[in-house]
């Protein structure tokens, strides 16, 4: 059965850097694309970035200075980097494979 | 970068009645391959999104029959054949075929 999980804090200062861990189960990351996905409140969906089966990035052309995204095939993880983040950062973030969702992480940003 | 343009924004109908939401890209969807990635997606009130179509009209797994996409190139429609209470939500078309990804601005669908 696949599954993906988010996890990560749920506060964040500004200026400061979000990490965002996305632990996948039912399939292999060598085979499957990760892509990161973010809704601010009551907004649509914003796609951020994706690490693709080889092990290639891309990203939002807006996010791209300040956003990595990696993985460790060994524990089945996709992880998110973000840097220099503002309050209009506050969003609930997915990772998803498009066919299937995490249930999504809550992320607000204020001092 | 693609854009999507989903029309209405917002969409009012009866349980059993048929709709149409459009998505119309900046440029074409076609990809090298010869497919065209442009998948719909289903938000209910939430929830995370689901997939329900996928390269323009594949059903996914397990969605019901009522829904078809259709379309070429850089003009696409969802159309919902008799509205039932469970398809109430934000309606997201999506392009995989040029890097970066996009989302359209997505379609309420409302009962009347």
């Known amino acids: 059965q696949v599954q993906l999980k988010e996890s990560g804090p749920g506060l964040v200062q500004p200026s400061q850097t979000l990490s965002l861990t996305c632990t996948v189960s039912?399939?292999?990351?060598?085979?499957?694309?990760v892509s990161w996905v973010r809704q601010p409140p009551g907004k649509g969906l914003e796609w951020m970035g994706a690490i693709w089966s080889g092990g290639s990035t891309d990203y939002n052309s807006a996010l791209k200075s300040r956003l990595s995204i990696s993985r460790d095939t060994s524990k089945s993880q996709v992880f998110l980097k973000m840097n220099s983040l503002q309050t209009e950062d506050t969003a609930i973030y997915f990772c998803?494979?498009?066919?299937?969702w995490g249930q999504g992480v809550m992320v607000t940003v204020s001092s | 970068d693609v854009v999507l343009t989903q029309t209405p924004p917002t969409l009012s109908a009866t349980i059993g009645q048929s709709v149409s939401i459009s998505c119309r890209s900046s440029q074409s969807l076609l990809d090298s391959d010869g497919d065209t990635y442009l998948n719909w997606l289903l938000q209910r009130p939430g929830q995370s999104p689901q997939l329900l179509i996928y390269?323009?009209?594949n059903l996914e797994s397990g969605v019901p029959n009522r829904f078809s996409g259709s379309g070429s190139e850089t003009d696409f429609t969802l159309k919902i054949s008799g509205v039932e209470a469970e398809d109430l939500g934000v309606y997201y078309c999506m392009q995989a075929t040029h890097a970066p990804l996009t989302f359209g601005g997505g379609t309420k669908l409302e009962l009347k």
């Open positions: 998803t494979t498009v066919d299937y």
């Open positions: 390269s323009v009209s």
């Open positions: 039912g399939f292999s990351l060598t085979s499957n694309s």
